[in-house]
């Protein structure tokens, strides 16, 4: 069967068409990212804007990669939440006009639970205990994983997700947005052992819970007093890029792998676009190897925001558990793990 995927929750319009919730037959996906930078994060008016104008183009675009016609496609799947309400719609709406026009089913795809997917899709067995590491711009969670569909949630942050602190910690060094891909960059001529970052335990909650926003504080008590002293300079940007992103990524290191540990899963699926990160692939690859867990990345194009991921899961949901959405089906721009 050839799923069309529709993703629209943030600042990527993408179109995918999957056969049999394994193959990327075409994937078209264009970013309005250029058009947030001067405003130092996304504008939600001008993301939504560029959905409307972008939507038809992509899904041509996908289906002339595949080789196919909008006649050869047999199910729908739609990112539903979370993400901007407005930008969700544009998708919905786009997807609900294709499953109509067809007469074929429609299913909504939460975007969190297709980040993990990302991870699994091309594969043919999903592990049986596993758990779920979550690391995108807008949320950070570690949840147990019960088959496709069974979530149950062990930690999440307390304050700013993964993503967003690098995007955070970015502005405060001047490298601008997305901060993710250009925090690494500068990291990697820089000094991770120059200055020690450390992240608060936190005393309530869960041992899997995060908190970034301490060590984004830190960060710009060390840029103010260097700019206060005249020793702010490039050498200073790069190693307090490269200890930042050093002290994030031993944290989410040693809680996956201790999640790991505590549920007693042999396998660790990550997703979301920190993924991306070439030395935090490396670091969990390193830990997941001395712990004797099975990891599961996405390929660097699947880690951040795509439709390839959404329409693998929507496949397995209408397939495996049966799940179609009904016309009503709307945005959830505070759509959680469930
Ligand atoms: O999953 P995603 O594309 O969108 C959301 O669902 O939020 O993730 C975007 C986030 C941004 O915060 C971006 O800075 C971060 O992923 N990111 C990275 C890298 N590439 C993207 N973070 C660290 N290193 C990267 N190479
Ligand atoms: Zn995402």
Redesign the pocket.
């Known amino acids: 069967m050839i799923t069309l995927g529709i993703e629209t929750?943030?600042d990527?319009t993408a179109v995918g068409i999957v056969e049999r919730g394994r193959t990327i037959l075409g994937h078209s996906l264009v970013s309005s990212v250029p058009f947030h930078q001067r405003y130092g994060g996304v504008v939600p008016e001008i993301a939504c804007r560029h959905h409307v104008e972008l939507i038809t183009y992509c899904l041509e675009d996908a289906l002339r990669q595949a080789g196919l016609g909008l006649r050869d496609v047999g199910l729908v799947a739609v990112t539903y939440g979370p993400g901007l309400a407005g930008a969700l719609l544009v998708g919905l709406a786009a997807a609900k006009s294709v499953s109509v026009g067809l007469g074929v089913p429609l299913v909504g795809v939460n975007?969190l639970q297709a980040?993990l997917y990302a991870a699994m899709l091309g594969r043919t067995r999903w592990p049986p205990r596993a758990v779920g590491l979550i690391i995108?711009?807008?949320?950070t969670a570690l949840v147990r994983l019960e088959g496709l569909t069974r979530y149950t949630l062990m930690g999440q942050t307390r304050d700013d997700?993964?993503?967003?602190a690098?995007?955070k910690v970015a502005k405060l060094l001047e490298l601008g947005y997305?901060?993710?891909?250009v925090?690494?960059q500068t990291a990697a001529r820089g000094d991770p052992a120059r200055v020690r970052f450390t992240t608060p335990r936190i005393k309530s909650g869960t041992p899997w819970d995060f908190s970034f926003s301490g060590i984004k504080t830190a960060v710009l008590r060390y840029v103010e007093q260097a700019r206060q002293a005249g020793t702010w300079d490039d050498r200073h940007r790069a190693d307090l890029a490269a200890s930042f992103q050093h002290a994030v990524i031993e944290e989410v290191a040693a809680k996956a792998v201790s999640a790991c540990r505590a549920t007693g899963a042999r396998t660790l699926i990550v997703g979301?676009?920190?993924i991306?990160?070439?030395v935090?692939r490396r670091r969990l690859a390193e830990q997941c190897r001395g712990a004797r867990l099975a990891l599961r990345v996405p390929p660097v194009a699947l880690?951040?925001?795509n439709a390839a991921m959404v329409a693998g899961l929507g496949y397995q949901l209408h397939r495996v558990c049966r799940v179609t959405a009904p016309l009503t089906l709307t945005a959830e721009p505070n759509l959680g793990m469930r």
């Open positions: 929750s943030c990527e975007h980040h995108s711009g807008g949320h997700a993964v993503g967003e690098f995007d997305p901060g993710g891909p925090i690494e979301g676009g920190v991306a990160n070439q935090l880690s951040t925001d």
